[in-house]
């Protein structure tokens, strides 16, 4: 009895092991970058070659960079997951602590502001005495930086004058209406810028995610604090006296 035509022959291939057929496994991810919400990624590369994942597969490799390009360890091998073809990157270090520039441009220094005696005009040939106020003292401040808490310890140390005349001196006070801090003495008249600069040094404790500590501030200097002083000159004249 015949069946007749049932259509095209149709050929099926299949891997079989024990006369079962073999399912096929999942394949990996493409090879290209997975990026976390730090910036890490991962990136497939050339390995070594001789690590082997279960069933015989060959172990694909995968290097870690950070999210300045930088490599973080050696390539590891990834065997191909049916769940998660993508790398868990490690968490991030924590960042570094600020450094002492860092510091000095967070923690804000008082203004001085410059007094004269003569007060309003000078004079040549007679000395000028020059103070500076609102500055003398240690300065204490708490800043946050980068997640880190900021403690600076800040100490005046030296003070730089500039007369306007082209000349300078330095003192290690700032001086108070008794006591100068320096003296200078015009010999022309005229119209001088004058400027005061207070170099600082001292200390700046940190605590944050990545540890705490103390480290030295270094030395730095305020901006310059300025004020216009004048002088004149004074002559002398002969007035006759009366006779008599």
């Known amino acids: ?44 590369v050339a390995g070594p070659g001789y690590d082997t994942c279960p069933g015989g597969s060959a172990a694909q490799y995968w290097q870690e960079y950070d999210a300045q390009g930088r490599a973080v360890g050696a390539p590891e091998p990834m065997c191909p997951s049916p769940k998660n073809n993508t790398p868990t990157p490690a968490p991030p270090p924590p960042p570094p602590p600020p450094s002492a520039t860092e510091v000095q441009g967070e923690a804000p220094l008082p203004a001085a502001v410059i007094e004269f005696n003569p007060v309003r005009v000078g004079l040549t040939q007679l000395p000028t005495f020059f103070w ?35 000349t300078t001196a330095t003192s290690t006070s700032a001086g108070s209406p008794t ?54 000159q004074v002559r002398s004249v002969l007035v006759p006296t009366g006779e008599g």
């Open 1 to 44: 009895m015949g069946f007749g035509s049932i259509g095209p022959a149709v050929q099926v291939r299949a891997d079989c092991k024990g006369g079962n057929p073999i399912q096929p496994q999942p394949q990996p991810a493409p090879a290209g970058k997975h990026t976390n919400s730090q910036g890490y990624y991962w990136e497939q």
């Open 132 to 166: 500076a106020q609102g500055v003398g003292q240690a300065v204490h401040v708490s800043r946050s930086i980068a997640g880190y808490t900021i403690t600076t310890d800040a100490i005046p140390i030296a003070y730089v004058w500039r007369f306007g005349d082209g």
């Open 179 to 232: 006591s100068p801090s320096v003296t200078h003495t015009y010999t022309q008249a005229g119209s001088y810028e004058v400027s005061v600069s207070v170099e600082y040094t001292g200390s700046f404790s940190y605590a944050g995610p990545g540890g705490s500590g103390t480290e030295p501030l270094g030395t730095y200097y305020s901006q310059p604090f300025q004020a216009t002083y004048t002088v004149q």
